[in-house]
Nanobody, 121 residues
Framework: QVQLVESGGGLVQPGGSLRLSCTAS????????IGWFRQAPGKEREGVSC????????YYVDSVKGRFTISRDNAKNTVYLQMNSLKPEDTAVYYC??????????????WGKGTLVTVSS
């Protein structure tokens, strides 16, 4: 069964950094686009970033542009989300998800269980 496992969340002060990891198992990450999403308490889930299978295209929601960077290491079957200059409004459960194709899609096939990021002083 396809699995995606997120890690790297935690408590960080405003202005701090975290790196989230999304490790895939039982499928080869190389062929698929991977996205990061987040859901804050009382809010709808939103797309944060996405990277195509070939690294040619990356996407970011406006609120994280210039602060977050998505990358992938196919040899480790892992996608990363480097988050810098974190703000309290970045507090959310972060999920990674697999696109059904090599390009980023609004509809994702598989989801991880999420990792909590809390930005607070």
């Amino acid at each position: 069964q396809v699995q995606l496992v997120e890690s790297g969340g935690g408590l960080v002060q405003p202005g701090g950094s975290l790196r989230l990891s999304c490790t895939a198992s039982r499928f080869t990450l190389d062929y698929y686009a991977i996205g990061w999403f987040r859901q804050a308490p009382g809010k709808e889930r939103e797309g944060v970033s996405c990277i195509s299978s070939s690294d040619i295209k990356t996407y970011y929601v406006d609120s994280v542009k210039g602060r977050f960077t998505i990358s992938r290491d196919n040899a480790k079957n892992t996608v990363y989300l480097q988050m810098n200059s974190l703000k309290p409004e970045d507090t959310a459960v972060y999920y990674c998800a697999r696109s059904p194709a090599s390009y980023c899609s609004r509809v994702m096939s598989y989801w991880g269980k999420g990792t909590l990021v809390t930005v607070s002083s």
